[in-house]
């Protein structure tokens, strides 16, 4: 197997990656019961060697959800029929995975409303407030 790049900097080696086989479920006749076509992938985050200190930290953080005990990263790919397709589509999913939970967060930045759309929020306020006073009955 190939190494798998995710980013530009980032390329996982091939001994990384743990590829595992497994008969899929779904149609296909009697194919189905004799071939092992479903793709289960395995990518261990906490002993990978290819990952940075701080990248591994982030990945535990983000994916932590998504992650088993042991720190490992499971995909499981049974969409096509054919073994190679399946491979080619959890290296995919998996390299997505990564290249989203490296991708660095856009800070927030402090806006304050319009001078426009306070108007027209206080404005809308008072309307509903003069619509409510007017269906009260004055009990005086």
């Known amino acids: 197997m190939d190494p798998l790049p995710v980013t530009s900097r980032l390329v996982l ?4 990656l743990e590829v595992s086989f497994a008969r ?3 149609p296909g006749g009697q194919n189905v019961n004799k071939v092992e076509s ?10 990978s060697r290819a990952l940075s200190e701080g990248q591994r930290h982030l990945l535990l953080q983000r994916l932590s959800a ?10 499981h790919a049974s969409s ?5 397709r399946n491979l080619d589509d959890a290296r995919e999913r998996l390299a ?5 939970a490296l991708a660095p967060t856009k800070t927030r930045r402090k806006t304050r409303p319009t001078r426009g759309s306070v108007r027209k929020r206080l404005d809308t ?3 509903r407030g003069e619509v409510k006073r007017d269906r009260r009955k ?3």
């Open 80 to 84: 096509h029929r054919e073994r190679a």
């Open 38 to 47: 479903k793709v289960v992938l395995r990518f261990s985050v906490r002993e």
């Open 66 to 75: 998504r992650l088993t005990g042991e720190g490992e990263l499971v995909l």
């Open 96 to 100: 997505e995975l990564l290249r989203a």
């Open 24 to 26: 899929a479920g779904g």
């Open 13 to 16: 080696p091939a001994d990384e």
């Open 125 to 127: 306020k008072r309307r």
């Open 138 to 140: 004055d009990y005086e």
